[in-house]
DNA sequence: AAATAACCGAGACGGTACGTCAAGTCTTGAG
DNA sequence: CTCAAGACTTGACGTACCGTCTCGGTTATTT
């Protein structure tokens, strides 16, 4: 199980009444669309409570902090999967994974990268937990490419997808500038492919 | 003069008692000083108005909130002046640029990068004047790097050496990993010189 | 139940954590003696938080503003019981109860007098309470009156006594003269045994 | 000279620059119009500031505080001229002082009391002054009523006469209630002409 | 005439208190 | 033991005025 199952702070043994497991799944959904529409600074777990109908001890008890209802939230999103590679050319299949990717971090990671700033200095083991949720898309997404296009790619080439084109569109984010369609254009064509290819 | 000179927020003409400037200066050092204590969210005005000497209004009455403030302080801070270009081979320059580039952002512009990514979305335009300043380091250093090996360098190399490798930095920072020996080797010749170098 | 009990904002039927009876009466208590020591204009609610080990927003949750506070706490104070008449005569009687309520007045309702004044422009209700919690010692102190000696007293008499003798006192204190001996035998008379006596 | 006169604060021999008396009349006017818009503890000197065009040196260098200023500006008003006694009975003479005393207390002396109320604790001098102004009114009223019916009343009356309906009004208007034509024709038939007539 | 001294507007400055918001903890009653 | 409701302490927010202090510039009197 997951280091932030909704379990997270404190729990007994099966003793007493068992948690609702309909109070999990309104509190995540409150805090995914509160996080979108609002951002994680201005995000507030009495907001978070008011929406989904639950005190705010409900809240505590399964999570220590906003950090940590943050995460929580965007892992339960519905899981990442990324495009299989239908393309016919490797530039077709690298900007196809590069276009969701894009979409992927500025739609639904922004409230995750907040949290990182945010709590990667009190909690370190939360840090972790949000680099692994992180880092969950980028690695999904290699095993398709790898798969469909091994033997024209330079070795080693997967990983370093993974890091580069990450790092690229999260820069481009934090900075607060669109990944638009000229943007990922620049990023496949100038970037990613020429650190692919087979030399 | 600059976007966030300390006369941000309302300034007339010469009127009336002019602003002290070593109120100026009290300010955006107490405010360097504890971000990167305790980092951007952690930071409250109330904190460098007490250790500024400065009363809260007069904070106020320069920067708008946390956001304008911490960019004041980050621009005013000590210029960021990357190392020329001394050693002899391609890779030498670039290896010495990266090592100062991960240690001046890992170090000092952790805390802009928090308050861009908090103010993005209330204020547009305090986030294009981040912007501004995280670009103002990355074009300078790309400065001596064109004087000294433009001739070894692919067309349009140097814009991108800017683009990639502040990054992979960054991402690297943000998901909070140390950005070692080991890492700067990878990010020299895995990633930058491959782009870098003529083909 | 009086229309200035401490759930005078809001108050729901019974549901969560009821208030904390002590936090009540340990508020009134300090702005109680706040109000005798440094008089109504100079007590601020920050200083009865910090006398009543209270938080703020432990105050504001209950009283409006200072004016409510001010006037819940002194209608908290040990009821005012006017002595009952003892003397054999009219004036004597008459006498004791000036005595009473000069110093009734000027050692505790000045504050009250203050909030009053400064409350009645914003909040009708507010001024109608306090009017009501200043009219409680008047007519608790005509009963004995009445009871003792009515047969002597014209018709009437009794509640122009209160009106008349709480006007001259509280005059003479808004205008900061003493309440000396002289003073209430003046009053009483001149002024209040003319006009209570059967003409 | 007055104790209130515009020179209160610091007054150094005729060097130097005269006072501008158009800034006093600028400063006791906008002081008496907000005064009577926004009562005594809603007035703050920045307001005045603003609306008299004065800065806010100009004011403090004539009055210390609040209370000051707003006993000048009471003060400063057209100086208050009681009713000649046209009429030919004692009540109707009587009647109209009532009358022109509860309108000039409750419309001007408004701000005056607040003052009072704020400024007894903190100043004894400034208390007194303002003392002086509340009895001017009173004691100019009863020159009339003495010239004019002397014979008529009981000896000592007149300052009775100002004490008494000064009291009863101060008190009605402390208190917030109206002194409509029901209640002057109380105080004037059921307090003050038993009390003033030749018993 | 020049020097001097107080005046005036504007507004910066250190403070104090305001009234509000959210955080995280605790307490009740019901299930 | 869980849950909703809501009281509680704490800390910071951003604002309003306070009373004091520079500024540049304006009158007046006094050398």
């Known amino acids: 199980m997951s280091a932030l199952a909704p379990d997270d702070v404190t729990r007994s043994p099966a003793l007493g009444r068992p948690r609702d497991s309909g109070r999990d799944r309104a509190i995540l959904d409150a805090t995914l669309s509160l996080l979108t529409e609002m951002g994680y600074e201005q995000l507030s777990i009495e907001a978070v409570a ?19 209802l943050v995460a929580a939230a965007v892992e339960h999103r519905s899981p990442a999967t990324p495009p299989q590679p239908e393309g016919e050319s490797l530039r077709e299949n690298v900007h196809s994974l590069a276009t969701w990717l894009a979409r992927s971090i500025s739609e639904q990671d922004v409230g995750l990268l907040g949290a990182l700033f945010a709590g990667m200095r009190n909690d370190a083991g939360l840090a972790q937990a949000m680099r692994r949720i992180l880092r969950r898309d980028e690695t999904a997404m290699t095993d398709g490419l790898l798969r469909q296009a ?9 990983p370093l997808f993974a ?21 990922i254009a620049h990023l496949v064509d100038d970037i990613l492919l020429p650190l692919l290819r087979r030399t």
């Open 50 to 68: 008011g929406r989904s109908g639950a005190a705010k001890t409900t809240i505590y008890r399964r999570y220590r902090d906003k950090a940590a």
């Open 150 to 158: 091994a033997e024209r790619l330079a070795p080693g080439a997967a």
């Open 163 to 183: 890091e580069v084109a990450s790092a690229v569109i999260v820069h481009r984010v934090v900075v607060g500038e669109p990944c638009d369609a000229a943007f």
